[in-house]
């Protein structure tokens, strides 16, 4: 069982490594805005984005074994195993014909962060780290009303602990590398845009809209 995948996985970092991708982790908590601000690098420098959380919502969608797994752990707050979310990742770089992402919401913890570098061979050129209070997000998350079911106070306080526990430490070792690109994310959405030019543009001065 484990052969075939293997050798898929194989040749998907073969590829990916022959094609010099540029990845870009954007993380931050759960409403804090990571998918608004990726649809505007999307627009405006050309990046593909990956949302970690849509693919895996996607895959539940499918019916697939995996799907039901990766539901039954979003339920519970939990995280999914990084094999399956890479996997997933990998597929999606593949199959996009570009070569520059945004990867969102992920790796969301240190397992996670290990298991990509060692699997994939990417090492990301930085992490744009979306930083947004506790009560801001909770406020965001329980108003926009997309009807997902991991959307009720219990589990985003379950999101919201597991996020502090896990993702600190990710965001931490990158900072430790001159890799963290902050975001104060509590503004409106944008001045949040200005600032994350700031970061794409860096030797651009921001004119004033």
């Known amino acids: ?83 399956v979310t890479i996997r997933l990742l990998q597929r999606a770089m593949l199959e996009s014909g570009n070569d520059k992402f945004l990867i969102d919401g992920f790796p969301r913890n240190e397992e996670n962060r290990a298991n990509f570098e060692l699997v994939t061979g990417i090492e990301p050129e930085f992490v744009l780290f979306i930083d947004c209070p506790e009560e801001e997000m909770e406020r965001r998350l329980l108003s926009r009303n997309q009807g997902r079911e991991d959307d009720n106070i219990q589990t985003i306080r379950k999101r919201f602990k597991v996020y502090m526990e896990s993702s600190l430490p990710v965001i931490e070792y990158y900072n430790a590398k001159g890799k963290v690109r902050k975001i104060d994310a509590a503004k409106p959405v944008e001045e949040v845009f200005e600032a994350v030019k700031v970061i794409f543009n860096p030797s651009t001065e921001t004119v004033a809209a």
């Open 1 to 83: 069982m484990g052969t075939v995948v293997d050798a898929a996985n194989q040749g998907a970092n073969q590829s990916l490594a022959d094609k010099k991708v540029k990845v870009i982790f954007v993380l931050g908590g759960p409403g804090s805005g990571k998918g608004t601000q990726c649809a505007n690098i999307v627009e405006h420098y050309g990046y593909t984005h990956l949302s970690a959380g849509d693919l895996l919502r996607a895959e539940i969608k499918s019916g697939s074994e995996n799907g039901t797994m990766i539901q039954n752990m979003i339920k519970e707050g939990k995280i999914v195993p990084s094999e």
